[in-house]
């Protein structure tokens, strides 16, 4: 894999020393964040589509939060410090599947359910963190948190390439099922969509998504590049096909340009900010189209 | 009845008996699933931990004892022991960082300008202070004399008032780094951090640990 | 009556069907046939349980009792049902909505070859053919529920299942309902419906059934829709369990 991946790097590196390319470009790990943005972009959009319509998008951010849980656990049991995929991978799929397992079985309001969860993986994390305080150079959280694009190695992009291409392999299949679940389930039922099933699917594919975004984005705002590309592409588009397209463009837009600009400009941002910060910029882009084109004036019900 | 004859009649009839559903698998497979997870976790944490412990260096990090020349070595480690004493005259007296004239005088290596100092490409020293809002920073950058023996260095420290509540909380930032650049006159960025310092040339200087020491002669360190 | 044609709906049977939910008695006791190729209402008082005896029959409940369902050719059910969970605002068109709903392609990428001429002739069944783009939830009430019958005939039933088909069609859009059920039944689809408009039931329906958590009345309309049993059922006092 790492051949492969030279290979991509190499002549963008030579580009980037001869002037072709931005200066910055001679760092490897620009180019590995740029490249996880072209995988990260679209996937992100596309479930994000999904996010939107399912109407889970507090659920997804209790998903992110949890991750902070999972990196102190796994400092806790002795992963390396850069890169404690096991126990974030255990920890934050073991809380989306008891999340979706409680809001199933209980009478409790969805909002209630996350609430709780929320707050408990949060008063976790922060007992455990200030357990292994002594253990740590703090960088690390700051990395975690808000993502670090200095950090991304070669194995964050191997996690990255297998998990969207499962989310791939997974999501466009099953695309209308999982709508569908979640508009009417007893439709869903009868026409043979096991809606608890894909439900449990769909929770799992934004746990792992969360997990592989991390050091791009950072724990906090991952959920926030499921939403934010969506809801921007709801406000302009006219069909789903729109929806799906627009929200894909502008995720990786977002991404690509938070991580270009800051470097370009030399503005010392977390990588997770700058990218959440532009994809807001064409979110009020896409509010101001829709307010002011006549289009979209009769669509609003 | 259809026309007189019932249906079962006119066509075979598949019977159904249509199951009453109850919720009980759900929790089954959640438990099943949660076990899977559980057991692939703790066999995988368990398996990395067996294996080699490699320490892995950022492409913009330099291990100081293979990356560096020997005189450069004696540079850095000697600077090293200095940051301690210079964040410790910080903390301990009136805030102050020490002057490079100071430390010539007090004898206080790499600065003072002896044999080791000639023998290492006679580093040139200046300070900088940067006082900003609740942090506090000073720079000291060297750079040498006779470019063949010696790269540049700057040691970044960094003491952040931010923590007089006494809560536990950390500064986030470690008091001091030691960077180095190759170039005899390098270029400083406008603002000194981690990121600006990487783009403009520098790599961070990271120690090896007696254990890594330790592990390297028994052959067991892969870096 | 028309000659019989080759395909036939089934017959079902509800054979002492009851149903606990929570503590709660929903269903007690109730106990009728449907015939094969016919339409059969379903009416009583609100909370009665009969969207709960529908959701039995779709094996979807914890039901006590016996549901046989006894299959001629085919044995495919379609579902209208009363009211969907969602976003207003959703960019998504008609032609999304029954993409979503019938054909394994993701809906973003629009109706297929396979299944484009189908969701055009369930669209004009139903007279929706020339909403095809407009947005899902742009749509009022009665025009949505028209859209849910689309979909019930995709793909083409042997059971029809409704819930409450009527709700928000304004007359033309009922008339639209009886033609298509009466040309449903024609083709021998057995039809279950839920229905509340009692005039309809009497002038549609082969046979009633009325629901309230016992087993009220069943047989043909002319018989058992009289005034007094009509004022019965809709009274407050709900049936035993």
Redesign the interface.
């Known amino acids: 894999m790492h051949a492969f991946y030279d290979l991509l790097r190499i002549p963008l590196i030579e580009m980037g020393r001869n002037g072709v390319l931005p200066e910055f470009f001679q760092y490897a790990f620009v180019i590995n964040a740029l490249l996880c943005s072209l995988l990260l972009g679209p996937v992100l959009g596309g479930v994000g589509t999904m996010v939107v319509t399912k109407r889970l998008a507090f659920f997804s951010q209790a998903v992110g939060q949890a991750a902070l849980t999972g990196v102190a656990l796994g400092i806790l049991l002795g992963e390396p410090i850069s890169a404690p995929y096991v126990s974030l991978f255990g920890f934050c799929i073991l809380f989306g599947l008891l999340m979706n397992y409680t809001r199933n079985r209980t009478n409790m309001s969805t909002d209630t359910v996350i609430g709780v969860f929320l707050s408990v993986s949060l008063a976790m994390g922060a007992c455990i963190l200030l357990y292994v305080t002594g253990k740590v150079n703090m960088h690390v959280l700051d990395n975690i948190l808000f993502g670090s694009v200095l950090t991304v190695n070669d194995t964050d992009m191997n996690v990255l390439l297998i998990i969207s291409g499962l989310c791939l392999l997974i999501g466009i299949p099953l695309y209308n099922r999982m709508l569908l679940a979640s508009f009417n389930p007893s439709l869903a039922r009868v026409r043979g969509v096991n809606a608890t099933l894909y439900d449990y699917i769909f929770i799992l594919m934004i746990t792992v998504l969360t997990v592989a975004s991390l050091k791009i984005v950072g724990a906090v705002l991952v959920e926030a590049l499921f939403i934010i590309p969506a809801a921007a592409a709801r406000n302009v588009s006219r069909s789903m096909k729109g929806f799906f397209l627009y929200s894909m463009i502008i995720a990786t837009a977002s991404c690509i340009l938070g991580i270009i600009l800051p470097m370009q400009f030399e503005i010392p941002v977390p990588s997770g900010g700058a990218i959440i910060l532009v994809a807001s910029c064409f979110f009020a882009l896409s509010v101001l189209i829709r307010a002011s084109s006549t289009a979209f004036r009769g669509a609003s019900a | 009845?259809?026309?007189g004859r019932k249906?079962?009649d006119?066509?075979p009839?598949?019977?159904?008996?249509?199951?009453?559903?109850?919720?009980g698998s759900?929790?089954w497979w959640?438990i099943g699933?949660?076990l899977l997870?559980?057991t692939?976790?703790s066999l995988?944490?368990g398996v990395?931990?067996a294996n080699v412990q490699s320490q892995?260096l950022?492409?913009?990090q330099l291990n100081a004892f293979r990356d560096l020349r020997a005189e450069e070595r004696g540079t850095y480690s000697a600077l090293y022991t200095a940051a301690i004493e210079i964040d410790d005259t910080h903390q301990n007296g009136d805030g102050e960082w020490l002057e490079v004239s100071d430390m010539e005088q007090d004898f206080v290596p790499p600065f003072v300008h002896d044999a080791a100092w000639r023998r290492q490409g006679k580093l040139v020293w200046q300070r900088k202070l940067l006082p900003a809002g609740t942090l506090d920073m000073a720079l000291y950058l060297g750079e040498p004399q006779q470019k063949e023996i010696s790269g540049s260095f700057l040691l970044v420290m960094q003491h952040s008032h931010g923590n007089g509540s006494g809560h536990?909380a950390?500064?986030?930032?470690?008091s001091h780094e030691i960077w180095y650049s190759p170039s005899p006159h390098p270029r400083l960025?406008?603002?000194y951090?981690?990121?600006?310092l990487?783009?403009s040339g520098w790599k961070e200087v990271v120690p090896l640990r007696g254990r890594d020491e330790i592990m390297r002669t028994k052959g067991e360190n892969v870096s | 009556m028309t000659v019989p044609t080759n395909a036939m709906g089934p017959a079902i049977h509800f054979e002492r069907v009851g149903l606990q939910l929570g503590g709660n008695c929903i269903l007690s006791n109730v106990d009728f046939s449907v015939e094969p190729g016919t339409i059969h209402c379903i009416i009583g008082p609100n909370g009665g349980g009969k969207s709960s005896l529908v959701r039995c029959l779709l094996g979807q409940m914890p039901h006590t009792g016996t549901i046989r369902i006894g299959w001629g050719t085919g044995n495919v059910i379609g579902y209208v049902p009363q009211s969907l969970d969602f976003d207003r605002t959703l960019p998504m068109t008609v032609k999304d909505f029954m993409a979503m709903i019938c054909q394994n392609r993701p809906a973003f990428c629009g109706l297929g070859r396979k299944y484009g001429p189908i969701v055009e002739h369930a669209l004009k069944m139903v007279g929706m053919e020339g909403k095809r783009q407009r947005p899902f939830g742009a749509l009022s009430g009665g025009e949505r529920q028209r859209v849910l019958l689309a979909q019930g005939l995709i793909p083409k039933p042997d059971l029809l299942v409704l819930d409450e088909p009527g709700t928000g069609l304004d007359k033309a859009g009922a008339s639209i309902m009886r033609d298509l059920l009466a040309d449903l039944k024609e083709r021998g689809v057995t039809i279950l419906m839920i229905h509340h408009d009692l005039a309809e039931v009497r002038d549609m329906a082969d046979s009633v059934t009325c629901i309230n958590r016992n087993l009220v009345f069943s047989g043909e309309p002319e018989v058992e829709l009289t005034p007094e049993k009509i004022l019965n059922v809709f009274s407050p006092a709900g049936g035993t369990c």
């Open positions: 009845m259809i026309m249906l079962e006119m066509h009839v598949r019977e159904e008996f249509v199951r009453p559903c109850n919720g759900e929790t959640l699933c949660a997870t559980l692939i976790c995988s944490i990395r931990k892995s950022h492409s913009w536990a950390p500064s986030t930032h470690p960025p406008a603002s951090t981690d990121q600006a990487i783009t």
